[in-house]
């Protein structure tokens, strides 16, 4: 089965995930990715931010003087 990576990757070192965990097992795992993901965002949030703008942000000034509804 093929799953799509948010990195983009294609390619490199598959991720087993055991098929017997136990919903306790899973939900262990979850809550350390969790966990992880708080960690990183506070030590970088800023970091991220500006990457996050200048990845999604248009750099063109476009003037909108209709309101959008």
Do not use: C
Not at 19 to 37: F, G, H, K, T, Y
Request: proline share 7%; glycine share 2%.
């Amino acid at each position: 089965m093929s799953h799509h990576q948010s990195s983009g990757l294609r390619h490199g070192l598959p991720l087993l995930i055991d098929p017997n965990w136990s919903p306790e097992q899973v939900v262990a795992v979850i809550e350390l990715l969790d966990d992880l993901r708080e960690h990183i965002w506070s030590h970088y949030e800023t970091v991220l931010f500006d990457k996050f703008h200048s990845d999604r942000i248009s750099t063109y000034n476009v003037m909108i003087s209709d309101p959008p509804f």
